[in-house]
């Protein structure tokens, strides 16, 4: 088996990987960042919205802007808000992202997938993409694995609560500048979605699997209903979807010399299922930290899980709160009133509320 020795080792290769594997790579470590997929950025399984600060990451991918959003009550009220943001091809999103990484010096190896890790050797064994097996030995290793995330399975962490997701893409037949939200009972866990990419509609739902049992009915009839309208048609071009960590974020990021960042570190909001731009941010953070830990700063990887708990945890705090108050609801004749939702949705003031 075949030893190669690295700084950072980066697991996963979206943008919180492929972030965190620019950092350290402009830093000067040595990064071999690993991703399991044949081909990064692919399957997709978001709606591919960013919000305006993410702007210089998405130039590359950039479809069109989105200005403002619509959320639909159960009783058919609407609330329009202001929300700027970017529509992007989620695939040349993190191929952007893969590719800056390997320009900064990386080694970026797709279909490679971790098998076993051992945190005290501080080595990790890899299958690469013709089955053979090599063995990696790292400083620091940045787990950007997803939801799912094998390093934390790896270290005993308990798995992470999630919702599921599935989503088409239809053709939209008139110009849309909003994202439309449904708020109901039929979409127990979550909500249903339109968010328009030029030519095309991402039109999705996401839900709790403990209280639907099926996710295809719910999204055709929402799909259809939008085809009745005269928003989109019938043909559906493309179907995805995924899991989406619900739960908040992991008590620590940091266990030892592993690092947690994006949907691994739970760092997506439990409410509205957004987590790329705090993908990026950690990702960009942990390998600035992991570089200034190398260079001899012993309480570099401490303070970065500090500064991400300053940034994200009161927002996701309240957001793993609502959510938890909306479970208690679904399928009671509460989740049928427009005040329920309300309050457990970002657009309207009663989220905020004590």
Known sequence: MNMNAFDVLVIGLGPGGAAAASAAARAGLSVLAIDKRRKLGEPVQCAEFVPLPMGRYARPAL????TGM???????ACQHSDFPGLMVDRARFDQALATE??????????QTVLKELDQGRRTAVLRGPNGQLEQACYQILIAADGPHSTVARSLGLPPLPVVETRQYRLPLLRPYTDTDIWLSDQYPGGYGWLFPRGAVANV????????VADLKAPLERLCADLADQGVVGPEVLGRTGGAIPVGGM???LVHENIVFVGDA???THPITGAGIASAVVSGERAGQAAAAFLGGDGEALESFDEDMHDEFEDSLARAVMRRQWLMERWHTPDAHLDATHKRGWIAFRE????
């Not at 999705?204 to 209280?211: E, F, P, W």
């Not at 989220?351 to 004590?354: K, Q, S």
Request: proline share 3%.
């Open 265 to 267: 570190a739970g760092l």
């Open 204 to 211: 999705g739902i996401g839900a709790d699997l403990k209280l």
């Open 250 to 252: 992991r008590a620590s």
């Open 351 to 354: 989220y905020f509320a004590a």
């Open 101 to 110: 990484a390997s320009k900064a010096g990386a080694l970026v190896q797709a």
């Open 70 to 76: 619509r959320s639909v009550l159960p009783s058919g």
């Open 63 to 66: 479809v069109q802007k989105i």
